[in-house]
């Protein structure tokens, strides 16, 4: 993974973290693929509620896009 680019979404991903906190939530950076795409692990509230999927699209990855141009989108998994 480009420590550059972790670093640069890593950034937007704590600017949102306050945001999932206030509902009991949380986000964890799993990786960032080869397409593009960074993968998130969602952690507390975040990984059963019915608003995660916009949360993720209207939210993070508008975040991540924000500094990182070059993210094609986000998505959440789960291990």
Do not use: W, Y
Request: aromatic letters at 2%.
């Amino acid at each position: 993974m480009d420590n550059e680019l972790h670093k640069k979404v890593e950034s937007a991903l704590e600017s949102m973290r306050p945001f999932l906190a206030a509902d009991g939530g949380n986000m964890e950076l799993v990786n960032i693929t080869d397409d593009m795409v960074v993968q998130l692990r969602l952690l507390g509230s975040c990984k059963n509620c019915d608003m995660s999927q916009m949360t993720l699209k209207a939210g993070v990855e508008e975040a991540v896009k924000r500094v990182a141009p070059e993210i094609t989108s986000v998505e959440a998994v789960s291990f």
